[in-house]
């Protein structure tokens, strides 16, 4: 939906005004934190039951657990090399970051067993 929904989610003027340059990169970043989380949603439903058991579920899920929580809670260190993200940007997707960690780190223990 253009620039604006990156303004929005506070990814920052530089990343906007790329996007509304015509520059690919804001499009790329985009489609590979999307696929990165659909991977992790996969795993997530292997886990789950849902899809077919896969490799190394409970180690995928353990460490995107991790990945979550040490993002969610380290944002402070990564502020300074994306100076242009907002304050709102790093709170609601920290935010973000913790819940979903905290959940599929409950999730993979209370099935570590099972899987």
């Known amino acids: 939906i253009g620039g604006s929904a990156f303004r929005f989610l506070g990814a ?5 005004g790329e996007f509304e340059a015509g520059k690919i990169q804001p499009i790329l970043v ?3 934190i999307a696929l990165i989380l659909f991977s992790w949603s996969i795993f997530a439903l292997s886990g789950a039951g849902v899809v077919a058991l896969l490799p190394f579920t409970k180690w995928i899920l353990m460490a995107v657990s991790i990945v979550l929580i040490i993002r969610a809670l380290g944002f402070s260190l990564l502020k300074p090399y994306f100076p ?3 304050m709102k940007f790093w709170l609601i997707s920290s935010g973000i970051c913790f819940v979903m960690g905290i959940a599929h780190l409950y999730g ?4 570590w067993n099972q899987l």
């Open 12 to 16: 920052g003027e530089r990343l906007a």
């Open 30 to 32: 985009t489609i590979l």
């Open 84 to 86: 242009e993200n907002s």
């Open 108 to 111: 993979v223990m209370s099935l």
